[in-house]
């Protein structure tokens, strides 16, 4: 992971919100300012840990309306770790190492059909993902829902409303510009936390989605999403919390990762929305930025 120095200007100028954009933002809920993580570097994580009251990140600019500043002091800002490239997120499946061979038809199938843990037992439908197979975001999330189970697409119940609110405010939508997945692929009961056995039955599925649809970003939703996408990137992955993590533009087999709150813990902590927005913007840069990503014009 090397994090990616962004020039402040550049940042400022190459995200242009456009009324509609502004809009899904104010549905959303967040206030429109220029994030800090991106007027300093994108190496700069913020402090405060997932269940910490709101410290939203506000940038006291002279072109920011008062009315669209944030209610709270800026988090503090801390230079990241440094942490250790590896070889892959995601390690091989222990059972079945062909997933890493299926095409697309082949991947889903397996998926609907897979045994390999027992949340198998308790699902209607497995949820493998939905959106453009070949889209440059990719959107990571943990697990299906209820209504994920029941209807075995992700994100749509109310985190995947606002997850799509989210989206809209960077003008994307789902069917044409992101591919969605979770790590875990069938409900866990009750909506507990994967089991870390769990993860690795599944982890290869993700894997493998990657590898088809070459994202040019991922945004990883959530603890579970960060951990199992960070895992040997980040050090004691496992032990950072969620607010430690995000703020930065990780590299993982060369592609960007950003990390964000799961939206379902936004519909409970509506203040940080803030912060994600902020992440949301990082991840713009990012992917405007990111060298896998040829020019659109030669
Ligand atoms: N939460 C997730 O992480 N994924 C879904 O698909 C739905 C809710």
């Known amino acids: 992971m090397s994090p990616t120095p962004v020039d402040p200007m550049t940042a400022l100028h190459s995200l242009r919100l456009d009324e509609r954009q502004r809009a899904m933002l104010a549905a959303m809920g967040t206030p429109v300012w220029w994030p800090e993580a991106i007027t300093a570097t994108v190496d ?15 940038q006291q600019g002279a072109h920011v309306p008062p009315a669209l500043r944030p209610p709270a002091d800026p988090a503090p800002v801390r230079p990241a770790p440094a942490p250790k490239p590896t070889a892959s997120p995601v390690a091989d499946h222990p059972t079945d190492p062909t997933i890493a061979t299926l095409d697309w038809d082949a991947l889903t199938q397996a998926i609907q059909s897979c045994q390999a843990c027992g949340l198998c037992q308790g699902r209607q439908h497995a949820v493998p993902g939905m959106g453009h197979r070949q889209a440059r975001w990719m959107v990571v999330g943990e697990a299906p829902g209820e209504q994920e189970d029941k209807q075995g697409l992700p994100f749509v119940g109310p985190a995947g409303q606002l997850l799509d609110a989210m989206l809209a405010a960077m003008g994307l939508t789902r069917e044409a510009d992101v591919y969605i997945a979770n790590v875990i692929k069938c409900r866990p009961p009750h909506n507990r936390n994967p089991e870390p056995a769990e993860v690795a039955q599944c982890r290869p599925y993700l894997q493998r989605q990657i590898e088809l649809v070459k994202p040019d970003l991922i945004l990883a939703l959530g603890r579970f999403a960060a951990q199992t996408l960070l895992a040997g990137v980040v050090p004691d992955v496992d032990k950072l919390p969620l607010g430690k993590l995000r703020g930065q533009v990780y590299r993982v087999d060369g592609r960007p990762v950003v990390v964000s709150y799961h939206p379902a813990y936004l519909l409970r902590s509506p203040a940080e929305k803030g912060k994600t927005w902020a992440d949301l913007c990082l991840a713009m840069e990012a992917l405007e930025h990111n060298p896998l990503t040829p020019p659109a014009e030669m």
């Open 44 to 58: 700069a994580p913020a402090a405060a840990p997932e269940n910490t009251p709101p410290a939203a990140a506000a």
